[in-house]
DNA sequence: GCAAAAGTGTTTGAGGTACACCCATGC
DNA sequence: GCATGGGTGTACCTCAAACACTTTTGC
């Protein structure tokens, strides 16, 4: 118990929203907390800054802890510090956006998760604390985000069809867009090369295989 | 002394870009540093957040003494927490963005400064800290924000001109702009009004002063 | 009258949007 | 053969960009 301070100090932790796409839908990973307070709910996953360690490595520790993930693309999205976000003490957090692509994600539950899962943005369970006002605010982010198309491709494996890359775009966007149009702007783009490669899935026509340009 | 906990914490602080108009420049508020560390060196204004205030409110708390200013817009720029990024202790700060008419600001030198000024961006002193870091992101910031081209006006008073609308613009864009092409986007996209009245300044025509519509 | 900033329109090109039919496959 | 999703081209329109001369004032 020796660490003593003139003035009352905040704890800070880092939260992760670790985003991916699985099955036709952008998805969200949760734990489930293993103890209190909160104990049982869903929760974006997150832990304490470690004094000697910077806000960015503290995100990456924490993600690596949760996905096995070294590398990613990961922002801040901010800094949340309502003064009874959380019952136990004052604490401020920041929360961090973590976009990969599902196949090199292997969730492990961190050691005080009873369970950890991807869930769709559309059936997602009721969240602990304030972490539903922080996806709200990560969903904002996305979204503005997307206006650099390149930022999809985070999210699809190393190969992926036209029509995943836009159905990235349709959930974060919220709409549908043009098939046509959609694939003239993301190749005059450069931003997509074709394999050559076909993928066959389903009594359909195989969707040619693209990579990121 | 009496604050002590089972884990080091950090200490947290809000530092304020306030950011207005001023003689034909984009213009940043700050303050000379009164004591150790970094005494007589310039840096953004900021403080410490008390236990029981959120970020924002202490942003608010902190522009107030400041400039007196009760209303403006205020943002959060983001968290910035390298752990030797001040020397007394680990010190946390959120930073946030402000912007406001040069003509409702009442600069105050607060307690622990010896002076407070506005400098022109290509003139700014050495920053103490990390605060050439913050600084940098925050004008980062600034381009994104003024791709909403109604942000700009936040830092005009009531009634400005169209060549003073289009300053803002080209200095936070870091280009010149037409003036043909920039009236007519500012006025067909209904953000600004025409007051009927005219500003004499200087030998050459008036020009037309418009409001915020 | 001259220096200094304000004011004003047209043309062009690029990119975004709307839109409908055939293709390859599994069952 | 039929259901399912994949793949493709054109016409239109909107908006951004380029561009030069006249006007009003103070000195």
Redesign the pocket.
């Known amino acids: 118990m020796p660490y003593t301070y003139e003035y009352p100090h905040p704890a800070v932790t880092v939260d992760v929203l670790v985003f991916t796409f699985q099955a036709g839908e952008l998805k969200l990973l949760l734990i489930q907390r293993g103890r209190p307070p909160a104990e049982g709910m869903w929760a974006i996953p997150g832990g304490f800054v470690n004094i000697d360690e910077s806000l960015k490595r503290a995100a990456w520790r924490e993600l690596n802890e949760e996905t096995g993930v070294h590398a990613a693309y990961l922002r801040q999205l901010g800094a949340f510090g309502h003064p009874d976000r959380d019952p136990r003490e004052r604490i401020i957090t920041v929360a961090y956006l973590a976009l990969l692509p599902v196949d090199r994600l292997h969730i492990q539950a961190g050691s005080d998760a009873m369970d950890a899962r991807l869930f769709g943005l559309q059936k997602l369970p009721e969240l602990a604390f304030d972490h539903a006002k922080i996806l709200r605010r990560a969903h904002e982010r996305l979204r503005q985000n997307f206006a650099d198309a390149s930022t999809a491709l985070h999210l699809l494996p190393e190969t992926f069809?036209?029509?995943?890359l836009r159905r990235v775009h349709e959930q974060v966007l919220g709409e549908t867009?043009?098939?046509?149009?959609f694939?003239?702007?993301m190749q005059?783009?450069g931003l997509v090369a074709p394999t050559g490669e076909?993928q066959?899935v389903?009594?359909?026509?195989?969707?040619?295989?693209y990579r990121k340009a």
């Open positions: 069809t036209m029509s995943q867009l043009d098939k046509r149009n694939s003239k702007k005059t783009a076909k066959k389903g009594a359909h026509r195989p969707a040619a295989l």
